[in-house]
């Protein structure tokens, strides 16, 4: 599977925004409308987990992590947090996924942390601006579709590092069978 690019992050965002903005037009007429962003923000972001989880190359830990990201929705929903809040828990759980499966170094990670926090407060500018749901959401994913620029690794190791653990085990391993070979050759005797 290869990785994520910008593009596919756009079309992400143009779905969930146009899938966002057609549930809070049908829900409000039942529900209250802070109600009705809780159910938006938990469902795009289960969406936007389910579509990290199946991009990434790691295959380890989904259920556990799919597990975690629905007791903490939970427990926000229990709790009944401040919208603010809870839309800052979910965003932090996007970025915490997608630090542990996409990237290797935790200079990677603290980028993506700005990302997420930028993107974010891009979002919350254009929707108190505009006071659409679409473009609030739209931007946000259109800021997240950037992630895909920010290297997996930060720290590459010198390739003289890389070189020098296979030499010596190369030679030793020659080593040893040289020294194997002599003793064979001085018992034959």
Not at 37 to 52: A, D, R, T
Not at 149 to 158: C, D, F, G, L, Q
Request: glycine share 4%; aromatic share 14%.
């Amino acid at each position: 599977m290869k990785r994520p690019n910008f593009f596919e992050g756009v079309i992400v965002g143009v779905v969930a925004s146009i899938t966002a903005s057609a549930l809070f037009a049908t829900l409000i007429w039942f529900f209250n409308p802070a109600t009705v962003l809780e159910l938006i923000v938990s469902g795009i972001s289960f969406g936007y987990i389910l579509y990290l989880l199946t991009r990434s190359h790691e295959k380890t830990g989904r259920i556990v992590v799919l597990t975690a990201w629905s007791v903490i929705a939970m427990l926000a929903w229990m709790l009944s947090l401040p919208l603010t809040l809870f839309i800052f828990v979910h965003v932090a759980l996007l970025w915490l996924i997608r630090s542990l499966y996409f990237y290797s170094s935790l200079l990677s990670s603290l980028i993506d942390m700005g990302l997420t926090g930028l993107s974010l407060a891009v979002a919350l500018w254009a929707g108190m601006h505009s006071s659409s749901l679409f473009l609030s959401i739209w931007c946000f994913f259109l800021i997240q579709a950037l992630f895909v620029i920010i290297p997996t690794r930060m720290n590459k190791p010198a390739t003289n590092q890389l070189i020098t653990p296979d030499r010596k085990d190369a030679f030793e391993s020659a080593y040893r069978s040289a020294e194997i070979a002599l003793r064979q050759l001085s018992t034959l005797s």
